[in-house]
């Protein structure tokens, strides 16, 4: 099978009163075996909300209203990620699905040599000698481009963006089907960026491993995603193949997101921002979530939220306007 994960109408509130904050509404997203699947979206629009929900990392007050996920490794039964007991969960960690967050660089412990780090992880995994952990451990740190004489370092030993990529390789270390990281290149300078942005993409093709990669910047993720959902408000707006999406964004969300970034690659081009502010989820429009800062706002998008709407193969979009979005004013883009 193809597909390794599954996830089916995900619901995340956050607060259990009254009027509880939805972080996350009906989202649905499939992932393929090696495929990398991006996220964009602005701060706030859920996707850190997503992701924990998925690894089972939320904490109260945050609750799973409604929806399903199901993770379908490469070997072993099919995971319910939303509702597995804590020992396959534990079983499931790392071996299945392994995460790099946003403060990937502050990820390693700071009292304990590489070696330890990946040692340990590999030996509560695997029943293996702690000599062919430690030969694992500078395998994969080869990989990632850290020479074997780093291998007992401690992790203030090394430069900010070996610290990431060691991060990356101790991820990997239990070859996992899933790799999800969060905004793992905030931390670091376009140089080093795109570094990273490379050997993961070099990994993935020689590991095979699918990746969620979150991000708020929709050019770098056209550097390295086969596929980008769009998130707005807590909601996919809009999903499909990375090239298309962002040549031709079909919600008027992700174009303005689009026309923030500079892209990585080509001419420079006028950036112009997105007007207004996120929305706030408790007091949301009856229609459309973007329609306060939408400028090609009509009556009809008052009226219901938009359904995310096939529209094209692979492709997905929630605009009533999604066929007929007016072109760019002057300043953007086609
Ligand atoms: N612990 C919490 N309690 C209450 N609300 C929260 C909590 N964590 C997040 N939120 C709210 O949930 C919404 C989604 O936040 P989330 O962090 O998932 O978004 P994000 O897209 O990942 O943003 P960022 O890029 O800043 O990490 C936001 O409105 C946020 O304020």
């Known amino acids: 099978m193809n597909l390794l994960l599954d996830v089916k109408d995900l619901s995340v509130d956050y607060g259990t009163e009254s009027e509880p904050l939805p972080a996350v509404s009906q989202v649905s997203l ?3 075996r090696g495929e990398i699947l991006g996220i964009a979206g602005e701060s706030g629009s859920g996707k850190t909300t997503l992701i924990n929900a998925l690894l089972r990392l939320l904490r109260p007050p945050a609750v799973v209203r409604s929806g ?8 072993g039964d099919p995971v319910d990620l939303l509702h597995a007991e804590p020992r396959a969960l534990r079983r499931t960690r790392w ?16 009292v304990s040599r590489l070696s330890a780090q990946f040692t340990d992880v590999l030996r509560a995994h695997r029943r293996i000698p702690r000599s062919q952990a430690r030969e694992r451990a500078a395998h994969m740190l080869r990989l990632v481009g850290i020479p074997d004489g780093r291998l007992d370092s401690y992790p203030h030993e090394l430069s900010g963006g070996m610290r990431q990529r060691a991060t990356i390789a101790l991820a990997l270390v239990c070859e996992p089907d ?8 905030t931390a670091v300078d376009v140089v080093m960026q795109r570094q990273i942005l490379r050997q993961v993409i070099r990994l ?13 910047d929709l050019s770098l993720l056209l550097e390295i995603a086969d596929r980008i959902a769009v998130m707005y408000g807590g909601r996919i707006v809009e999903s499909g193949p990375a090239g298309e999406l962002y040549r031709d964004p079909r919600h008027p969300y992700t174009r303005g ?35 306060p800062r939408c400028p090609h706002v009509t ?6 939220p938009p359904e995310l709407a096939e529209h094209g193969p692979g492709r ?11 072109a760019p004013t002057a300043g953007g883009r086609a």
């Open 95 to 110: 071996e299945n699905t392994a995460v790099v967050f946003q403060s990937a660089m502050n990820a390693l412990n700071p």
């Open 257 to 291: 997101l689009r026309d923030s970034f500079p892209p990585l690659r080509g001419p420079m081009r006028r950036l112009n921002g997105i007007p207004g502010n996120p929305p706030d989820l408790r007091g949301l429009p009856p229609g459309c979530p973007f329609e």
């Open 299 to 304: 009556p009809e998008c008052g009226v219901a």
């Open 316 to 326: 997905s979009v929630a605009c009533v306007h999604a066929d007929d979005l007016p």
């Open 68 to 75: 399903s996920a199901i993770l379908h490794p490469s070997s």
């Open 178 to 185: 899933l790799l999800v990281m969060d905004e793992p290149t």
């Open 204 to 216: 993935q093709q020689e590991l095979g491993f699918s990746v969620v990669f979150i991000t708020h």
């Open 30 to 32: 499939e992932l393929h």
